[in-house]
């Protein structure tokens, strides 16, 4: 009797002990002060990010832009009605290789010797910019309009600013300067010029 009893037993222990190896163990609570982790980013969609400036096709803006050196000018086409003036500012790529225009640049009215003459150069929507590539000897245009109408508080019984000499003319995306000989007389309202952007001739 005291052997079965003893195998009796033994069998309950080994039960006991395979039952409490197959059983999980409990779930941890979660920590409430442990944040989740975020969600993975949506991929971008291409067709959503906006289109890249318009420029030659493999080439960045600072490979090809025309520079100051590259380009000679002069004022074209002028014409005059109702207090208005106009003007075509046309630039040759004088350089021996290809470059680009893109843009407005900038302008401004001076003195022979330098001496700058107020002006206030502002941009004409029409056209606007559009990637301009110009071969050794090819032309650029770039439409003005101004006043030699007095304006504000400028004099009436008189000029109404300094007559400039030169027109100092920036490429776009550049620093310096070229010239172009100015002899349409003085320009009021500040000096302002209105100036489309570059455009092919």
Request: hydrophobic share 30%; net charge neutral.
């Amino acid at each position: 009797m005291r052997r079965i009893g003893q195998a009796v037993t033994g069998s309950a222990v080994a039960l006991m002990a395979i039952t409490a190896c197959g059983t999980p163990p409990p779930a941890q609570p979660a920590n409430p002060l442990v944040a989740p982790p975020p969600p993975a980013a949506p991929e971008v969609n291409e067709a959503a990010k906006p289109p890249a400036e318009p420029h030659p096709a493999g080439a960045k803006p600072a490979d090809t832009r025309c520079t100051a050196a590259d380009l000679s000018g002069e004022l074209q086409d002028s014409d005059a009605g109702a207090g208005q003036r106009y003007a075509t500012l046309v630039v040759t790529n004088k350089s021996g290789k290809s470059c680009t225009l893109f843009g407005y640049g900038g302008m401004e009215l001076r003195r022979k010797d330098g001496e700058r003459v107020p002006t206030k150069a502002e941009r004409q929507a029409d056209p606007g910019p559009k990637t301009v590539m110009l071969p050794p000897g090819q032309k650029a245009g770039k439409k003005l309009h101004w006043s030699p109408v007095p304006a504000g508080e400028e004099p009436t019984d008189g000029p109404c600013a300094p007559t400039a000499d030169v027109l100092a003319v920036t490429p776009p995306d550049d620093t310096k300067q070229f010239t172009v000989p100015w002899t349409s007389g003085y320009v009021c309202n500040g000096g302002k010029i209105d100036g489309t952007a570059y455009f092919r001739i």
